[in-house]
């Protein structure tokens, strides 16, 4: 590979240099600004990330192109991805807008931190080396961190950046050490020249020492994921963050780790099935079950959703564990309707004020239904949608899941996945009993940003009228899997 | 059959959708006119509920009963590429409960005409939605359509017992939202297993393909099959949420769910467990005579010892659909013409049961038997009619009760004479606790002051329970009416499960 092309990834160049004329910007002209002139910052990264999604969408030629010398790889399944990614940032940041308004204004630097973010999970989408995996990884974790962090003048945000800090460096450690085990084992960074030793068309013969390699690899994504046994920094971070900063946790960079998680299993080491399979199933089994048991006694509803969030990265993980395209397939419907859902929860969750303070206990919802109808609607919607009640989104995300999950023959794992399932049903009933069946105490405050408003009304339709047209996402869904298998 | 240009069954189906919608997003409140909303969210819901019972009208007299197959077929394209499609169609058996059904919801509505004052808007909206489900899981001929509707049937009937019902509703609505949703997630599995080994979700292509599987795969699939099912029946021993939805839901509540939702486990079996899964179906036969002749039996001597009216008859719907299960599980003509004919007249019966309670209940605001007694001195109207869903409930010759039990013990007999009789000892105890119940609330003296000022039927209540007597006894001295349609479609399946 002697010439050094660059345009596949011309999307994440944009973004980078684009960064850079934000924090610009930024330092010289909005530091010292009031709300307006941070809503510019705002809505100047939007357009920014709009565009780096056109081109993203255009430049898909349908073939896996290579780009910087092996490092990047473009195909179908990076753009699918980054595309739910992208929109999952858009939509975080409209919803930002209602935070300018309060009395005690977010830093300007949490557009840029996003954005900044968005670029590092690009790169990991599309990481084609376990160079650009790691690079991207930690740029897209070193924003986080600042970004918990940012609610300064909060005891709870301080200490859980520090969590999450400690907790991330650590597993990107382990992550990096696993990395260099396979280097050392195996001789190359390369996931080409790896699939060429471990791929699915090769007889998996592993050394120990690559296959220790792997495992921290896997163990480290499994942090990023916030897989049970490494999912203790989650609810933590949920609850600390403020709430614009959760919503995008709770969205993008879930997404962009699992997908991440499905290109370095099922792409360099697809020969290693059998071997990284018992894993998964665990991971699965184990998430799934934690996640539906620890939300039961949740009060603060962050914390609630961090716990379905672990519950749903164990589903997403199903379709992993199913080990085929279909399975991946499976993922990505999963990912996208799971980015849906969080989206909405959590725009419904921003409008969670009571005398222009943020509030976030459950039963500060209680009543919801005879104050503010619309938003108790639609955040029954959302909570059916996540439990996987037919007709909302996350009923088709679950169906397929299990597809493919029976069609590999792992019937315990589905079986574990429906009844967790039951049990989760039971936290989101609590959600729509609190709005819905409980007395009106303390209404919460009726107005709120336009901008929340729409992104819980177009999260909630899409989530209610899914059912009508799903087609088009099957299908790009499927043709991302394949793309990678 | 005459041709008819527009989709009629589709309609059916969605027009309380829309009737829900229109309430929803139309019928508003302006500050200080509550009431006039409220009125209007009644009035249009019991407008499209009504206009719906005229289509489905339709369908009945459109529906040629010698015409072998679904009728009023429609099938376009849903989830392209992955052949699930939106097919619905109706035989002899699903016609009546879509009839069923949208002749209890404007009963259900006008029940619920007073008695409910709070949040009256959503309230109907939920019944729309309801009856749209309810429909499409009674008209589904794709599985994935099936379950959709089926599972979907949950949301509404949970807001419904949780927001609208008695004190301990919250209790109520879990109990039934989760038995049911852990019994659907077993069939969920069952439904992607055959999708992927069969390739289709199409239940008649189905019918072709699934009794091919061995033997192995059928158990399995059945059983699955019967959890999610047998919690919607609901048989022995998973029918503990019924009685607290029924104590706890409101009376319209209680209504739509004895009347309707019950029978969706029942048509569960008859659609899919049996025409599918044929093998197993026979192999199972003492599973399902075992369990329901359980039913009868145990839950008859429940019902015995009841001090709650609501509960009682809650009881007692358990044990007539043991006599369901048992028709249904013979196999023959009989039996499962008797069984069906037992859903449809349960469906009136114990419905109208529902409503008497529930105007006791708006009159004394307890369902205690003992605080009853002596009605029949200030409330004659209300005892008369009483007595004849009473006598019905016990199946009493020219009432509709007596042709379904007398169907399903004749089936039943030819089968097994062990179950017949055993089976039999339950209308003797159903005779007995109704009878007690009804005289102990009816007949005597009364005995309480608060009873003296008990006021006799209203007008509404009236034509709501005369209606149903009526629909009581016709099917009772004419029951043709409704077997003669479904003769073919019995036959079809017969043959069907025999393969």
Redesign the interface.
Known sequence: MTEFIIIPALPEIFLALAIMVLVIIGVFKISHGDGKKRAFLYKLTMIFLIITGVLVFYGDHGTPEVAMGGMFILDKFAVFVKIVILAAAVFVLTMSFDTLRLKEKPCFEFSILLALSVCGMMVMVSANDLMSLYMGLELQSLSLYVMTALNRTNEKSSEAALKYFMLGALASGILLYGCSLIYGFSGTTNFTRLEAIYGSDVAGEISIGALMGLILVIVGLCFKVSAVPFHMWTPDVYEGASKQVTAFFATAPKVAALALFVRFTSQPFGGLLPEWQQVVIFVAIASMIVGSFGALAQHNIKRLIAYSSIGHAGFILIGLAAGNSEGVQASLIYMAIYMMMNIGVFACILLMKRHDEHVEKISDLSGL??TN?MFAFVMAVLM?SMAG???MAG?FG??FV??AA??SELYGL??TG??A??VS??YY?RV??IM??DPTKDPLDKEAGRETKIVVLVAGLLNLIF?IF??PL??AAKLAAESLM | MVEIGIPILSAVIFLPLVGAFFVFIFVRSHVGKQESVDNNARNVTLWVTSVNLLLSLVLLFSFDSNKNGFQFEEKISW????NISYHIGIDGISLFFILLTTFLMPICILASWKSIKN?VR?YMVSFLVLETLVIGVFSALDF?LF???F??S??PM??II??WGAEK??YA??KF??YT??GS??L??AL??I??QAGTTDIPELMKIVPGFSGNEQIWLWLAFLASFAVKVPMWPVHTWLPDAHVQAPTAGSVILAGVLLKLGAYGFLRLSLPLLPYASHYFVPLIYGLSVVAVIYTSLVALMQTDIKKLIAYSSIAHMGFVTIGIFTFNRQGLEGAIFQMLSHGFVSSALFLCVGVLYDRMHTKEIAKYGGLVERMPKFALLFMVFTMASIGLPATSGFVGEFLVLTGAFIDSTTVAALAATGVILGAIYMLWLYKRVVFGKITRDELKNIWDLEKQEVIILVLLAVMVLLLGIYPNFVLGPMHLSVENLITQVSK
């Open positions: 239904n005879r109808p059916f009640v037919p007709p009923f679950k169906f299990l597809k029976l069609h589905a079986i429906v009844l399932s039951v049903a039971y009933l729509i009993k819905y069946f059912f799903p087609a099957f299908d | 989830i392209e590429g992955y949040q959503e994935v379950y959709f509707f599972e979907a949950l949301i949970f807001l949780g927001i509703r919250v609505a879990f939202f989760l949703f852990l997630v077993m969920l599995l992607i297993y999708y992927f």
